[in-house]
């Protein structure tokens, strides 16, 4: 660059051509990596468009084929897993409760058992771990709510719970405040009690139903949510000694979950085959309406991140929806895995858990392509940029058609079919009673509100 | 700071350099001031710095940071309004119904993001290190009048050394062209020479006499292969000289152009025929027949990748190979066309013909903007990555600049080569134009030619074999498919509004059928005691009458509705006339 001055010769004519230094554009020994000068304008760059699309749909081909979402499976339980739990303070550590009673911690990074149980005759009906880290309660069908200590006993101790508390009635779920040492359960009725009392400080009820899964509202930890098997959904307020206000819904609603995030939605998954999340002030309609399992389903829990939630369900497949679609992006499914029955995002929103029918507990990747490990800079930028890429052509029919691919079992893939002949037919009649019918007397109905009986406060 | 400065003076052997230069927001007074005080209180450093400090404050509301001196400039650098209009992709899109949040919110974020990426792209093209090179004459001197001689003694000797000839009267005339990097050169002559050359160091890589006539020769996508059109057939040859391929699916091609991003060879062939190879996977993948007869004129537009064909009856026809028929046909000149040559941009068009004349075309819109008489003539066209434009004229190459916006009288450089031209090929990233004629091939010097800064990643003129190999991958894998070559290479980025009818046209095309028709009703026969005439007549009747029901109905509302117009209007016209006979009571 410095050769290339202006020069004044005898014709008093000013000249400059082009005359670079290679210096400045090779590198200078081999262990120096190579110099790369960049120039972003666009005339040096024709076809921006059909390259990144072809980029788009490379990096969406690549995806397919790197889409191995399976990573291990936990057997051991003798009997099928009813319940599971996430450790509020270790990624590794997985609790796991089956129908015959017995508990058993996980270590996720060995991919064994570190700890076994027999925490209850019967089911282990609910778990949660409380929120130092130090124990666990367990409820079971042996009507008796049991705390543990988080390590195991020492060599010749016997394993005994910290405390245990013989309820009148069986319990069906459990869930712990965030801050304090107070616990709720749900059986006949939703009780909230105080770790160091042995009998509840408050009960709940709202005509004369049992309930199924209570949880507590991780922001404003005093409030409750529990579903209850007359098909309503109920809130609480833990200050108050009646219950706020209810929904009551076509179906029962099976577990609930709140968004961690934005703590004022929650999700349902209901036996209607339909999940909805409903916005905790205003009942009289959800949300959204999150369709696609072909079964009942079973349960749901939601992404540390509140973007995303995965749904077990009784047609063997797991699906995972983003909060704010009505379909799901993602489903898994194995040869083997029957009935799912517990499901949990892992904190660090990389992995998924499954507890299913047939005694396995099977370990997912939250994003089926992802790569797993540490990633070099070079490596996580070529992949936010292919991420982006996929999203600007997400519409093309090419694109979205290879992305949208999935690989569905028959019975189930027939079964999505049926359910979509019969909707289309309902649909159809409906259409035909309202052309013959005087104007005005059949209202549209939107999918959202057809499922909701009435809000009750 | 001014303090520091003297005391250096004294025992460094470093004399004034060393001194800061004067900015313009440092006012000369107060510096004055400043060297007086720091003379009289040196030790006193905390004093002055407070009242330094004051003195900024006042002057100028400048953000203080922590070392007490204000930014002289505060905020990011001012970009200048033209150097953010030329990374603009596309104009502001506005933002839809508020009733649509999602959407709204998407188009938001990748507006702001968009204009962020667009100031990021302006501001880094501040820090591009060279520099266009320039020609500027005397006062009275025209820059045409000086020679190549006394242009490469002025200028540096790597410079100088690039304006030379080759001698090569054999086997002439010479056609040529450059690898996309501006590092190779390939010649091949009339009478069979085909030589590649590393043409800066002189190197040769290969040379070789195919023992046939050679009517054109261009690089593939790297300088480690080149396509040959010899008398018959097409071939492929490596860097070292080796016969790759002979495709006999080519035959008789006159001049050949390579699409980069597609991977696509296009030849041009003396029986009409308009052919692509793809190099990638060695496929044809189109071969029209043009029914315009010998094709010897032919250029890209490196913008869209359509392939601009010239014709004796002086039109000239776009191509893509998705179509059979041609995309445009222009009339360009009275006589043969002669040459055609499009800019980098892709938006104008240069066009030579028998003529004589030398035409300007806004390709987009298809609308002439200057036409220019040439005495002699055009044969040849090229056109640089910088705008200017080199015709031959028999045995003198001229360059021209700014053709399209003012209309040139002079050109900007001129030579006279040897023999008459017959290729004529600006070097990419570099100040050159390689003319090939039939005395050999002459490398001549054109300040202002080049793109001064390439993009590493695109075309590295200065890449070694390994970075050519990662390109070569990359470029592989992003390889754009010939289906998407139309005029438009943005298309894809539209939103497509075609109708609901259109699109509903399309498929009933595709499928042969027309899916949302009403199927026709045909009454089941053969059922017991329910197949007779009488009841299959009256079954038709019946199905008809709900078909029609909606009609019957609309139209008998249509006429009441203009029986009603028409009463009113009588009645208003009788108003008006206000006669009424003694008959008018009894009408209704």
Request: hydrophobic share 35%; aromatic share 8%.
């Given at each position: 660059a410095n050769s290339s001055r202006p020069f004044l010769s005898s014709h008093q004519m000013k000249v400059k051509v082009l005359s670079r230094n290679p210096d400045d554009y090779v590198r200078e020994t081999k262990l120096d990596i190579q110099r790369v000068p960049r120039n972003y304008d666009p005339a040096l760059h024709p076809f921006e468009v059909p390259r990144e699309y072809t980029r788009a749909l490379n990096a969406t081909k690549l995806e397919r084929v790197f889409a191995k979402p399976f990573l291990a499976s936990l057997d051991g339980h003798r009997d099928g897993v009813n319940c599971m739990a996430k450790h509020t303070k270790s990624l590794s550590t997985l609790l796991s409760g089956s129908c015959d009673g017995e508990v058993k911690v996980w270590n996720l990074t060995k991919r064994e058992c570190v700890r076994t149980l027999q925490a209850h005759e019967g089911f282990v009906r609910g778990m949660v771990v409380r929120f130092c880290g130090n124990s666990f309660f367990t409820v079971g069908d042996d009507k008796t709510i049991k705390q543990w200590k988080m390590e195991a006993p020492g060599y010749g101790e016997e394993e005994e719970p910290l405390n245990t508390i013989l309820g009148k009635t069986v319990f069906t779920g459990l869930d712990h405040h965030q801050k304090e040492g107070v616990f709720a359960t749900c059986g006949q009725q939703v009780d909230i009690w105080d770790e160091q009392r042995s009998s509840p400080i408050r009960s709940f009820t709202w005509g004369v139903d049992s309930f199924s899964s209570v949880r507590f509202n991780p922001v404003e930890t005093e409030l409750l949510a529990s579903c209850a098997s007359d098909r309503s959904i109920v809130l609480y307020d833990?200050?108050?000694?009646?219950?706020?206000k209810k929904v009551i819904m076509n179906l029962r609603s099976n577990t609930i979950c709140w968004n961690p995030m934005e703590a004022y939605y929650f999700t349902c998954s209901n036996e209607d085959y339909n999940l909805y999340t409903y916005d905790m002030r205003h009942l009289d309609r959800p949300v959204i309406v999150h369709m696609d399992h072909v079964s009942a389903v079973l349960d749901i829990d939601y992404s540390p991140t509140g973007k995303e939630f995965v749904s077990a369900s009784f047609d063997k497949t797991i699906r995972i929806f983003p909060?704010?679609?009505?379909?799901?992006?993602e489903v898994y499914h194995t040869k083997r895995m029957q009935h799912v029955i517990c499901i949990k995002w892992s904190a660090d929103n990389k992995y998924i858990l499954s507890g299913s029918d047939e005694m396995n507990i099977r370990m997912w990747k939250a994003n089926a392509a992802e790569k797993l490990g540490v990633l070099s800079p070079r490596e996580r930028e070529a992949v936010n940029y292919n991420q982006k890429l996929k999203e600007k052509f997400q519409h093309h029919p090419q694109i979205r058609r290879i992305s949208r691919h999935r690989h569905l079992p028959k019975a189930i893939y027939s079964q999505a079919k049926e359910l979509r002949v019969m909707k289309e037919a309902r649909r159809r009649k409906e259409i035909n009673v309202r052309k013959h019918s005087k104007p005005g007397t059949v209202p549209v109905v939107s999918e959202k509100e057809k499922h909701i009986v009435t809000v009750v406060k | 700071m001014a303090s520091a400065v003297e005391t250096a003076v004294k025992d460094s052997h470093v004399e004034k350099k060393k001194k800061p230069s004067a900015r313009y927001w440092q006012d000369s007074k107060e510096k004055g001031k400043t060297e007086n005080k720091s003379q009289n209180e040196a030790e006193n450093g905390n004093k002055r710095k407070a009242n330094k400090r004051k003195l900024k404050g006042d002057q100028r509301g400048g953000k203080m940071v922590l070392s007490g001196k204000s930014d002289p400039f505060p905020g990011p650098a001012p970009l200048p309004e033209e150097r953010l209009q030329k990374f603009k992709r596309r104009e502001k899109s506005k933002l839809p119904n508020r009733k649509r949040r999602k959407l709204r919110d998407v188009v938001a974020r990748s507006e702001v993001v968009s204009e962020m990426a667009q100031k990021r792209a302006a501001q880094f093209d501040l820090l591009l290190p060279e520099e266009a090179g320039f020609l500027e004459g005397d006062e009275d001197e025209d820059t045409c009048m000086i020679s190549q001689e006394d242009i490469a003694e002025a200028v540096d000797i790597t410079s100088g050394a690039k304006y030379f000839n080759l001698?090569?009267?054999?086997?002439?005339?010479y056609r040529l062209d450059y690898s996309r990097t501006g590092r190779h050169l390939l010649l091949g002559g009339r009478r069979g020479h085909v030589a590649c050359l590393d043409w800066q160091s002189k190197q040769l890589m290969c040379e070789m006499n195919v023992m046939e006539s050679v009517n054109d020769v261009k690089w593939l996508h790297s300088e480690s292969m080149y396509a040959v059109a010899q008398k018959k057939w097409l071939y492929i040859y490596d860097s070292k000289g080796i016969e790759l391929h002979c495709i006999r699916k080519f035959n008789d091609v006159l001049c050949m152009q390579f699409l980069p991003y597609h991977f696509l060879l296009a030849t041009a062939s003396a029986t009409g025929f308009l052919q692509y190879l793809d190099v990638s996977v060695g496929k044809e993948i189109a071969a029209i027949c043009?029914?315009?007869?010998?094709?010897d004129v032919m250029c890209q537009n490196p913008h869209n990748a359509i392939i601009h064909l010239g014709h004796s009856n002086g039109t000239v026809t776009l191509w893509s190979p998705n179509q059979k028929e041609a995309l445009v046909k222009m009339l360009c000149h009275q006589g043969g066309v002669r040459s055609v040559a499009v800019d980098k941009t892709g938006t104008y068009m240069v066009t030579s013909g028998m003529d004589k004349k030398l035409k300007v075309y806004d390709i987009r819109a298809f609308k002439p903007l200057q036409s220019y008489f040439l005495p002699a003539g055009a044969s040849c066209l090229s056109l640089s990555h910088k705008g200017l434009l080199s015709a031959a004229t028999g045995d003198i190459v001229q360059v021209y600049k700014d053709v399209w916006s003012t209309a040139v009288t002079k050109p900007y450089m001129a030579h006279r080569v040897r023999g008459t031209v017959w290729g004529l090929h600006f070097c990419p990233f570099e100040d050159v134009l390689g003319v090939g004629h039939g005395d050999g091939f002459t490398s001549m010097l054109v300040p202002g030619a080049g793109e001064p800064n390439f993009d590493g990643l695109d075309a590295n003129p200065y890449r070694s074999s390994k970075q050519r190999q990662e390109w070569e991958v990359k470029a592989l894998l992003e390889k754009i498919q010939p289906e998407l070559i139309s005029l438009d290479p943005d298309q894809l980025c539209h939103v497509d509004q075609a109708s609901y009818e259109q699109k509903h046209k399309e498929r009933v095309q595709a499928l042969g059928f027309d899916p949302l028709a009403k199927e026709k009703f045909i009454p089941k026969l053969k059922k017991k005691g329910r197949s007779s005439s009488g009841n299959v007549e009256r079954r038709k009747r019946q199905v008809a009458h709900e078909d029609q029901r909606d009609m019957i109905r609309t139209s008998v509302e249509d006429k009441m509705k203009i029986e009603k117009e028409i009463k009113k209007q009588e009645r208003k016209k009788e108003a008006l006339s206000g006669l009424r006979s003694a008959l008018d009571r009894f009408k209704k």
């Amino acid at each position: 660059a410095n050769s290339s001055r202006p020069f004044l010769s005898s014709h008093q004519m000013k000249v400059k051509v082009l005359s670079r230094n290679p210096d400045d554009y090779v590198r200078e020994t081999k262990l120096d990596i190579q110099r790369v000068p960049r120039n972003y304008d666009p005339a040096l760059h024709p076809f921006e468009v059909p390259r990144e699309y072809t980029r788009a749909l490379n990096a969406t081909k690549l995806e397919r084929v790197f889409a191995k979402p399976f990573l291990a499976s936990l057997d051991g339980h003798r009997d099928g897993v009813n319940c599971m739990a996430k450790h509020t303070k270790s990624l590794s550590t997985l609790l796991s409760g089956s129908c015959d009673g017995e508990v058993k911690v996980w270590n996720l990074t060995k991919r064994e058992c570190v700890r076994t149980l027999q925490a209850h005759e019967g089911f282990v009906r609910g778990m949660v771990v409380r929120f130092c880290g130090n124990s666990f309660f367990t409820v079971g069908d042996d009507k008796t709510i049991k705390q543990w200590k988080m390590e195991a006993p020492g060599y010749g101790e016997e394993e005994e719970p910290l405390n245990t508390i013989l309820g009148k009635t069986v319990f069906t779920g459990l869930d712990h405040h965030q801050k304090e040492g107070v616990f709720a359960t749900c059986g006949q009725q939703v009780d909230i009690w105080d770790e160091q009392r042995s009998s509840p400080i408050r009960s709940f009820t709202w005509g004369v139903d049992s309930f199924s899964s209570v949880r507590f509202n991780p922001v404003e930890t005093e409030l409750l949510a529990s579903c209850a098997s007359d098909r309503s959904i109920v809130l609480y307020d833990m200050r108050e000694s009646t219950p706020l206000k209810k929904v009551i819904m076509n179906l029962r609603s099976n577990t609930i979950c709140w968004n961690p995030m934005e703590a004022y939605y929650f999700t349902c998954s209901n036996e209607d085959y339909n999940l909805y999340t409903y916005d905790m002030r205003h009942l009289d309609r959800p949300v959204i309406v999150h369709m696609d399992h072909v079964s009942a389903v079973l349960d749901i829990d939601y992404s540390p991140t509140g973007k995303e939630f995965v749904s077990a369900s009784f047609d063997k497949t797991i699906r995972i929806f983003p909060r704010d679609s009505g379909h799901s992006r993602e489903v898994y499914h194995t040869k083997r895995m029957q009935h799912v029955i517990c499901i949990k995002w892992s904190a660090d929103n990389k992995y998924i858990l499954s507890g299913s029918d047939e005694m396995n507990i099977r370990m997912w990747k939250a994003n089926a392509a992802e790569k797993l490990g540490v990633l070099s800079p070079r490596e996580r930028e070529a992949v936010n940029y292919n991420q982006k890429l996929k999203e600007k052509f997400q519409h093309h029919p090419q694109i979205r058609r290879i992305s949208r691919h999935r690989h569905l079992p028959k019975a189930i893939y027939s079964q999505a079919k049926e359910l979509r002949v019969m909707k289309e037919a309902r649909r159809r009649k409906e259409i035909n009673v309202r052309k013959h019918s005087k104007p005005g007397t059949v209202p549209v109905v939107s999918e959202k509100e057809k499922h909701i009986v009435t809000v009750v406060k | 700071m001014a303090s520091a400065v003297e005391t250096a003076v004294k025992d460094s052997h470093v004399e004034k350099k060393k001194k800061p230069s004067a900015r313009y927001w440092q006012d000369s007074k107060e510096k004055g001031k400043t060297e007086n005080k720091s003379q009289n209180e040196a030790e006193n450093g905390n004093k002055r710095k407070a009242n330094k400090r004051k003195l900024k404050g006042d002057q100028r509301g400048g953000k203080m940071v922590l070392s007490g001196k204000s930014d002289p400039f505060p905020g990011p650098a001012p970009l200048p309004e033209e150097r953010l209009q030329k990374f603009k992709r596309r104009e502001k899109s506005k933002l839809p119904n508020r009733k649509r949040r999602k959407l709204r919110d998407v188009v938001a974020r990748s507006e702001v993001v968009s204009e962020m990426a667009q100031k990021r792209a302006a501001q880094f093209d501040l820090l591009l290190p060279e520099e266009a090179g320039f020609l500027e004459g005397d006062e009275d001197e025209d820059t045409c009048m000086i020679s190549q001689e006394d242009i490469a003694e002025a200028v540096d000797i790597t410079s100088g050394a690039k304006y030379f000839n080759l001698n090569l009267s054999q086997f002439g005339p010479y056609r040529l062209d450059y690898s996309r990097t501006g590092r190779h050169l390939l010649l091949g002559g009339r009478r069979g020479h085909v030589a590649c050359l590393d043409w800066q160091s002189k190197q040769l890589m290969c040379e070789m006499n195919v023992m046939e006539s050679v009517n054109d020769v261009k690089w593939l996508h790297s300088e480690s292969m080149y396509a040959v059109a010899q008398k018959k057939w097409l071939y492929i040859y490596d860097s070292k000289g080796i016969e790759l391929h002979c495709i006999r699916k080519f035959n008789d091609v006159l001049c050949m152009q390579f699409l980069p991003y597609h991977f696509l060879l296009a030849t041009a062939s003396a029986t009409g025929f308009l052919q692509y190879l793809d190099v990638s996977v060695g496929k044809e993948i189109a071969a029209i027949c043009t029914k315009a007869g010998r094709l010897d004129v032919m250029c890209q537009n490196p913008h869209n990748a359509i392939i601009h064909l010239g014709h004796s009856n002086g039109t000239v026809t776009l191509w893509s190979p998705n179509q059979k028929e041609a995309l445009v046909k222009m009339l360009c000149h009275q006589g043969g066309v002669r040459s055609v040559a499009v800019d980098k941009t892709g938006t104008y068009m240069v066009t030579s013909g028998m003529d004589k004349k030398l035409k300007v075309y806004d390709i987009r819109a298809f609308k002439p903007l200057q036409s220019y008489f040439l005495p002699a003539g055009a044969s040849c066209l090229s056109l640089s990555h910088k705008g200017l434009l080199s015709a031959a004229t028999g045995d003198i190459v001229q360059v021209y600049k700014d053709v399209w916006s003012t209309a040139v009288t002079k050109p900007y450089m001129a030579h006279r080569v040897r023999g008459t031209v017959w290729g004529l090929h600006f070097c990419p990233f570099e100040d050159v134009l390689g003319v090939g004629h039939g005395d050999g091939f002459t490398s001549m010097l054109v300040p202002g030619a080049g793109e001064p800064n390439f993009d590493g990643l695109d075309a590295n003129p200065y890449r070694s074999s390994k970075q050519r190999q990662e390109w070569e991958v990359k470029a592989l894998l992003e390889k754009i498919q010939p289906e998407l070559i139309s005029l438009d290479p943005d298309q894809l980025c539209h939103v497509d509004q075609a109708s609901y009818e259109q699109k509903h046209k399309e498929r009933v095309q595709a499928l042969g059928f027309d899916p949302l028709a009403k199927e026709k009703f045909i009454p089941k026969l053969k059922k017991k005691g329910r197949s007779s005439s009488g009841n299959v007549e009256r079954r038709k009747r019946q199905v008809a009458h709900e078909d029609q029901r909606d009609m019957i109905r609309t139209s008998v509302e249509d006429k009441m509705k203009i029986e009603k117009e028409i009463k009113k209007q009588e009645r208003k016209k009788e108003a008006l006339s206000g006669l009424r006979s003694a008959l008018d009571r009894f009408k209704k």
